[in-house]
T-cell receptor
Framework: DAGITQSPRHKVTETGTPVTLRCHQT?????MYWYRQDPGHGLRLIHY???????DKGEVSDGYSVSRSKTEDFLLTLESATSSQTSVYFCASGHRTDTQYFGPGTRLTVL | AQSVTQLDSQVPVFEEAPVELRCNYSSSVSVYLFWYVQYPNQGLQLLLK??????LVKGINGFEAEFNKSQTSFHLRKPSVHISDTAEYFCAVTIAGTASKLTFGTGTRLQVTL
């Protein structure tokens, strides 16, 4: 398995609070991704990064921001969490023309 | 834009029986296709992928899939399933030449029983 970790693995927070999720990879992959998984929707891309400080929006980017200051770390921030952002969040990394490898996921509950 | 349709949300099957999980895609350009498996409370693991070449692709755990361009399908098959194959299976597509911006189907829950 590719060395991809996510922290925290579980988080409960309240509406309106900021939340940051961290993804760390040890594979020196250039590309990194954040997805959310919701029943009936599969996985949907939130944001992705194609290099340090290079990021772009995905399908469901509203309410989320990302940062990548080092190759190995990709942060996802919910500036002001809402109940609609309750979900399981997955990070992935990979090379441009091949497989994406996924982390174990973070279960976020916004009350 | 690409899209993926997984026609069955749930597939129940008895152990040692064959199984087929269906995946159809839509795209105006050439594509790469992937099948991922998700075991309970875990991340996604790659089962197999089609990038180019032979249309019959073999993956891990005895699974295989066939790319059919004329029918825009990439169905996943296994001749004899095991209890441990119980999981959620996701088909995904992206534009050929890049594996970024995967578009996933909604998943098929394979339930294997004795």
């Amino acid at each position: 398995d590719a060395g991809i970790t996510q922290s925290p693995r579980h988080k409960v927070t309240e509406t309106g609070t900021p939340v940051t999720l961290r993804c760390h990879q040890t594979e020196n992959h250039r590309y990194m991704y954040w997805y959310r998984q919701d029943p009936g929707h599969g996985l949907r891309l939130i944001h992705y990064s194609y290099g340090v400080k290079d990021t772009d929006k995905g399908e469901v980017s509203d309410g989320y921001s990302v940062s990548r200051s080092k190759t190995e770390d990709f942060l996802l921030t919910l500036e002001s969490a809402t109940s609609s952002q309750t979900s399981v969040y997955f990070c992935a990394s990979g090379h441009r023309t091949d497989t994406q490898y996924f982390g174990p996921g973070t279960r976020l509950t916004v009350l | 834009a690409q899209s993926v349709t997984q026609l069955d949300s749930q597939v129940p099957v008895f152990e040692e029986a064959p199984v087929e999980l269906r995946c159809n895609y839509s795209s105006s350009v050439s594509v790469y296709l992937f099948w991922y498996v998700q075991y309970p409370n875990q991340g996604l693991q790659l089962l197999l992928k089609y990038l180019s070449g032979s249309t019959l692709v073999k993956g891990i755990n005895g699974f295989e899939a066939e790319f059919n361009k004329s029918q825009t399908s990439f169905h996943l098959r296994k001749p004899s399933v095991h209890i441990s194959d119980t999981a959620e299976y996701f088909c995904a597509v992206t534009i050929a030449g890049t594996a970024s911006k995967l578009t996933f189907g909604t998943g098929t829950r394979l339930q294997v029983t004795l």
